[in-house]
């Protein structure tokens, strides 16, 4: 953390609760009879709020999105690099609300929380939720912070599949959709992807059936493999080999099996400190909301129908290396976004760092992200 913040940093910001006491029915049948959301926000609400713009974050995110909590503080929020004064989402001219979902473990109800039934946590208990449940209980945020219209919706992998969700459930309540390193739906590759960290997670004798806080303990070991191996699947090829290649931490080979390649020593760190700040029943339920996402279903399986119920513009964005929500993914969105006639902008972006790309400023990224907000501020 420099010893001043930088100019173009949102600056301190603290984390807000609200409590709903209206009762949620979620899609699983299953009802919340209370819940809290936390969220921040950057920037100001103008007089007629109608430059509100939510972010909603990806499978491990949270509501700290921008901006430091302290000065202490090593590193900014996760998006910090597009969210700030003269950034593509400009807080001189936007207002910006970032929460952590529902089922979330760092603040919002979720497996961690104190269910008021029981005065226990909710552990395994607490109900599978769905990005159409997410998308609810923003709507209910937008209300309590008198958010008719968003600007623009916007999300990263999961994320997007939030912003795309919310075009199709309150097609009046948005004006834009910016849809990045998304799909309308996973592919079995990618259920396959979330089986395996689900399994890593669940067959770690620590699990106790997600009971671990009984026992006084956590499945570390599971959380570490989950991550391992979905953080494999966030970086392209060519990006893990730039960044490691097969250079070893020491010269000579040990002829054993602990860590001697710098990328077994990377995915280890990274998967210790997951294990550390993630909860494991949060992990497991992120990841079944992203196997059932799927709008078409309720339309016949039809896309093109689900589509023509949203009224705003959109913008996709993909990267040519991401292999985890390819191109590919993204264009299928395109083209059937086309056919509903729907304003929709749609650029690839080139770039060497896989699906983890949505995440780091690259210049192309950057221009065309900051051209569609520039649009979208001009229309408010």
């Known amino acids: 953390m420099p010893e001043t913040l930088p100019i173009d940093s949102v600056g301190l910001v603290t984390p807000q609760t609200i409590h709903f006491d209206q009762p949620l029915t979620l899609q699983c049948g299953k009802v919340l009879p209370e819940y809290d959301l936390i969220y921040e926000t950057y920037g100001e609400l103008n007089s ?80 599978v939720v769905t990005v159409k449940d997410w998308v609810i209980s923003q709507a209910r945020l937008a209300d309590k912070l008198g958010i008719n219209t968003w600007a623009a919706v916007i999300g990263g992998s999961l994320g997007g599949m939030q912003a795309l969700q919310w075009s199709i459930d309150y097609p009046e309540r948005i004006n834009n959709a910016v849809i990045i390193a998304s799909t309308p739906k996973l592919t ?140 590919e993914r993204s264009e299928i969105l395109v083209d059937e976004l086309v056919k509903a006639d729907k304003q929709v902008s749609y650029t690839e972006i080139d770039a060497p760092h896989g699906h983890d790309a949505f995440l780091i400023p690259t210049p192309r990224y950057m221009d065309v992200f900051s051209a569609f907000m520039n649009r979208v501020a001009k229309e408010i």
């Open 48 to 127: 007629d709020a109608s430059n509100a713009i939510l972010i909603c974050h990806a499978l491990s995110g949270h509501h700290h999105a921008a901006g430091y909590h302290s000065l202490s503080d090593k590193k900014p929020g996760w998006w910090d690099s597009c969210i700030g004064p003269g950034k593509p989402i400009d807080t001189s001219r936007f207002f910006v609300v970032s929460l952590n979902n529902l089922g979330g473990c760092h603040g919002s109800t979720g497996p961690t929380s104190i269910n008021p039934a029981t005065n226990a946590q909710y552990g395994p208990e607490f109900p």
């Open 188 to 327: 079995a590759q990618n259920i396959a992807f979330n089986e395996v960290a689900r399994k890593a997670i669940t067959s770690d004798p620590a699990f106790h059936d997600g009971r671990y806080f009984d026992h006084n303990t956590i499945p570390q070991k599971g959380l570490m493999l989950a991550r391992m191996v979905g953080h494999i699947t966030y970086l392209s090829d060519a990006a893990m080999g730039e960044k490691f290649g097969r250079d070893m931490r020491n010269k000579a080979f040990k002829f054993g099996y602990d860590v001697e390649f710098e990328v077994e020593s990377y995915l280890n760190y990274q998967g210790e400190r997951f294990s550390e700040n993630f909860d494991a029943n949060t992990y497991l339920l992120m990841t079944r909301a992203l196997d059932y996402f799927d709008p078409a279903k309720e339309y016949d399986n039809q896309l093109e129908n689900a589509l023509a119920k949203a009224l705003c513009k959109f913008m996709v964005i993909s990267f040519s290396t991401d292999w985890r929500f390819s191109p």
